[in-house]
């Protein structure tokens, strides 16, 4: 069974770095897909916010393009998020997340398979 | 970046009543538009995947359907554990994004 777990501070100040850890067991990060970060906003709005691939590769939300960082250390089998320079508005409940996708030249498949719990970082001072 | 414009945002519904909850994108998004539950508890599950295929082991009273803009989610028959939060979710282009998220409550 593929688990994920978001580990990290709970609580950021505005300005500092917020840096989390997604935990994986049962699938191998370089075995294949896609591997999220999406957060969820008080007020219920989710937003995706970047990936680093199996093969290592990034995808970011130009929204968070100059602020963000994931990645991963393969010996742990983990991923990680790190986000620069948060204020107030980054307080949200972090997921990470790992896609499944398939491809035969007629269907496209994708979406956010495996999800973690979530956890809660609050940026305060 | 599509923007997806989810309604209600919030619905209170009986049990074994029949709900719908609708979702449109701000352009076309050739049905690469999923579901998805979460619980009170957080937990997140995927219950639909390209706009009208159930994931396995989602029960046959939910179902999707839509083109181009216009999608939606009908759940036949609420059943107690059907009370939570809805949201679309469109991968046609990256970034990929949310609808707001639809709150069904107990009324």
């Known amino acids: 069974e593929i688990q994920l777990q978001e580990s990290g501070p709970g609580l950021v100040k505005p300005s500092q770095s917020l840096s989390l850890t997604c935990s994986v067991t049962?699938?191998?990060?370089?075995?294949?897909?896609?591997w999220s970060w999406i957060r969820k906003f008080p007020g219920n709005k989710m937003e995706w916010m970047g990936y680093?691939?199996?093969?290592?590769?990034?995808n970011y939300n130009p929204s968070l393009k100059s602020r963000i960082s994931i990645t991963r250390d393969t010996s742990k089998n983990q991923f990680f998020l790190q986000l620069n320079s948060v204020t107030t508005e980054d307080t949200a409940t972090y997921y990470c997340?790992?896609?499944?996708?398939?491809?035969?030249?007629?269907?496209?498949?994708?979406?956010?398979?495996?999800w973690g719990q979530g956890t809660l970082v609050t940026v305060s001072s | 970046d599509i923007q997806m414009t989810q309604t209600p945002s919030s619905m209170p519904a009986s049990l074994g009543e029949r709900v719908t909850i609708s979702c449109r994108a701000s352009?076309?998004?050739?049905?690469?538009l999923n579901w998805y539950q979460q619980k009170p508890d957080g937990t997140i599950k995927p219950l639909i995947y390209?706009?009208?295929n159930l994931q396995s082991g989602v029960p046959s009273r939910f179902s999707g359907s839509g083109s181009g803009t216009d999608y939606s989610l009908t759940i036949s028959s609420l059943e107690p554990e059907d009370f939570a939060m809805y949201y679309c979710?469109?991968?046609?282009?990256?970034?990929?994004?949310f609808g707001g998220g639809t709150k069904l409550e107990l009324k």
């Open positions: 997340a790992r896609t499944y996708y398939y491809y035969d030249g007629t269907y496209y498949l994708n979406w956010f398979a495996y």
């Open positions: 049962g699938y191998t990060i370089t075995s294949g897909y896609d």
């Open positions: 680093i691939s199996y093969s290592g590769s990034t």
């Open positions: 352009q076309g998004i050739s049905n690469y």
């Open positions: 390209y706009t009208s």
């Open positions: 979710q469109q991968y046609d282009s990256s970034p990929w994004t």
